[in-house]
């Protein structure tokens, strides 16, 4: 499975960005998709989940501004990112969940700056 992340850069808070994760590969094999993000100096947060059967989770900290939704004709996923605020800053990453090893593929990152 390959990964092809895009739609980062810099927006004012208060603004949207829509990221876009592209999978392509053996698309077939993915169980669900995930985005985290990683800000300076700070671990790797799992901040939405969306499953095969299209059922999703947030984190607390985006619950409400972000909503994660995909386009299985597409093999893409995407994370429409309101209300942004400058702790919104981070690298985000795609990942998808696969049931069999290496269990887990990554996208290159996508850099989002919110500035205030």
């Known amino acids: 499975v390959q990964l092809q992340a895009s739609g980062g850069g810099l927006v004012q808070a208060g603004g949207s960005l829509r990221l876009s994760c592209a999978a392509s590969?053996?698309?077939?094999?993915?169980?669900?998709m995930d985005w985290y993000r990683q800000a300076p100096g700070k671990q790797r947060e799992l901040i939405a989940t969306?499953?095969?059967?299209?059922?999703?989770s947030y984190a607390d900290s985006v619950k409400d501004r972000f909503t994660i939704s995909r386009d299985n004709a597409k093999n893409t996923v995407y994370l429409q990112m309101n209300s942004l605020k400058p702790e919104d800053t981070a690298v985000y990453y795609c990942n998808a969940v696969v049931s069999r090893f290496p269990y887990h593929y990554w996208g290159q990152g996508t850099q989002v700056t919110v500035s205030s």
């Open positions: 590969g053996s698309t077939f094999s993915i169980n669900a």
């Open positions: 969306i499953s095969r059967s299209g059922s999703t």
